[in-house]
């Protein structure tokens, strides 16, 4: 399968400070990119999709001031989440899929983040 | 109405049993299915996806789906340890990418 790295694996911050994390698609081009988040022993929550070149759509409840999206390029897509605050702390996960229907997402690694 | 009801577990299965996994979906318009295997502390890794009605075997895991009664399942045949893990069922509406995922069933294969 295709393989979609995600920077960095772990991070702590201190509150207030903002994270950016990386999600690259190595071997192929990725129209679109969808940015997920996971408490502990939930399924994954969908925050929020980027399509290359266009503003990212946002989930209902995610701020969007406050988890920034940029998809600049067909092989990466960043989230920053500024100010951040403990309740943030969570396992971000990017997934990233190729042009047309039936395409199987490739997820990347994940980023625990956790804010102190 | 949740979009993906998976059965909740955990379920817990003898090595070399078989784990059964079902997941029912609530938009008849759902065009792919997922299920996904996720290891605690790590992302979920893709281990099939079925388009049509039937059966699709890939090794010891075997997809059933069965879009009239809107229902996915997954067979996992001779159970090994290392498939302990929580699956994770998903889907994509029609014409759009997103996938929509159920809460997941934790599965433990007790050697």
């Known amino acids: 399968g295709a393989v979609v790295s995600q920077h960095p694996s772990r991070v702590i911050c201190k509150s207030g400070t903002s994270v950016k994390i990386e999600c690259r698609s190595l071997?192929?081009?990725?129209?679109?990119m969808f940015w997920y988040r996971q408490f502990p022993k939930k399924s994954l929550m969908l925050m929020a999709t980027?399509?290359?070149?266009?503003?990212?759509?946002?989930e209902q409840g995610v701020e969007k001031d406050k988890f920034l999206i940029n998809h600049a390029s067909l092989t990466l897509s960043t989230l920053t989440v500024t100010s951040a605050h403990p309740e943030d702390s969570s396992f971000y996960i990017c997934?990233?899929?190729?042009?047309?229907?039936?395409?199987?997402?490739?997820f990347g690694q994940g980023t625990r983040l956790t804010v102190v | 109405q949740k979009e993906v009801e998976q059965n909740s577990g955990p379920l817990s299965v003898p090595e070399g049993a078989i784990a059964s996994l079902n997941c029912t979906y609530s938009?008849?318009?759902?065009?792919?299915f997922f299920w996904y295997r996720q290891y605690s502390g790590k992302s979920p890794e893709l281990i099939m996806f079925i388009y049509s009605n039937g059966d699709k075997e890939d090794g010891r895991f075997t997809a059933q789906l069965n879009k009239a009664s809107q229902y996915v399942s997954l067979l996992i045949r001779d159970s090994q340890p290392s498939d302990s893990a929580t699956y994770l069922c998903a889907f994509t509406p029609e014409g759009d990418y997103k996938l929509s995922f159920g809460a997941g069933t934790t599965v433990t294969v007790r050697a």
């Open positions: 980027s399509n290359e070149g266009s503003k990212a759509t946002y």
């Open positions: 997934s990233a899929s190729g042009p047309g229907a039936h395409t199987e997402a490739f």
């Open positions: 938009d008849r318009g759902s065009q792919s």
């Open positions: 071997d192929f081009q990725a129209t679109t």
